[in-house]
T-cell receptor
Framework: SAVISQKPSRDICQRGTSLTIQCQVD?????MFWYRQQPGQSLTLIATANQGSEATYESGFVIDKFPISRPNLTFSTLTVSNMSPEDSSIYLC????????????FGEGSWLTVV | AQRVTQPEKLLSVFKGAPVELKCNYS??????LFWYVQYSRQRLQLLLRHISRESIKGFTADLNKGETSFHLKKPFAQEEDSAMYYC????????????FGAGTRLAVHP
């Protein structure tokens, strides 16, 4: 299994500012994923982040709005840039199980409210 | 297009009653299907996946390719089963991004 820690767990942000969410994993993993869960909705994949390469973004998400870093095999960051109230969501980091495929573990999420 | 449909937002049953949470999918290849659960104030966690053909906490789910369904079933619901349940699809092939359904909230009443 993998233990995932996210920071911050919750924040209230001012419109127009940017916030960086950190994701730390207790073991080395190849693939890390960032999801968004808007209020009352399901999870939507933002991007996939592999160490040593550019993140791959899903349709509707762009690097300028959601820049991602993946400096090593245990850490990633997601920045939500120039925030608006529509960005109020839970942002979740997830990883593929170390040494095994098709088991995805999730962090507790970072709950952002933009005012 | 790849899509996962969970038609019920809320399923409300009494303790001891059978439960079936519906999930239908749309995928052109051979998908891998999962059920994830989120209990109150806890993180999302894997409940079961079709390739394992296992029973977890009394829940089972069978992949029906003809009906493109992966319904989650339990013969006797317990209060502790109350949670949000998400059906998810992966395209497999080593690429594990998940496509989630909208989720069904299961409420089990005493």
């Amino acid at each position: 299994s993998a233990v995932i820690s996210q920071k911050p767990s919750r924040d209230i942000c001012q419109r127009g500012t940017s916030l960086t969410i950190q994701c730390q994993v207790d073991s080395q993993v190849t693939m890390m994923f960032w999801y968004r869960q808007q209020p009352g909705q399901s999870l939507t994949l933002i991007a996939t982040a592999n160490q040593g390469s550019e993140a791959t973004y899903e349709s509707g998400f762009v690097i300028d709005k959601f820049p991602i870093s993946r400096p090593n095999l245990t850490f990633s960051t997601l920045t939500v840039s120039n925030m608006s109230p529509e960005d109020s969501s839970i942002y979740l980091c997830s990883v593929e199980s170390p040494g095994g495929r098709n088991t995805i573990y999730f962090g507790e999420g970072s709950w952002l409210t933009v005012v | 297009a790849q899509r996962v449909t969970q038609p019920e937002k809320l399923l409300s049953v009494f303790k001891g009653a059978p439960v079936e949470l519906k999930c239908n999918y749309s995928y052109s290849g051979s998908p891998e299907l999962f059920w994830y659960v989120q209990y109150s104030r806890q993180r999302l966690q894997l409940l079961l996946r079709h390739i394992s053909r296992e029973s977890i906490k009394g829940f089972t789910a069978d992949l029906n390719k003809g009906e493109t369904s992966f319904h989650l079933k339990k013969p006797f619901a317990q209060e502790e089963d109350s949670a949000m349940y998400y059906c998810a699809l992966s395209g497999g092939g080593g690429y594990n991004k998940l496509i989630f359904g909208a989720g069904t909230r299961l409420a089990v009443h005493p």
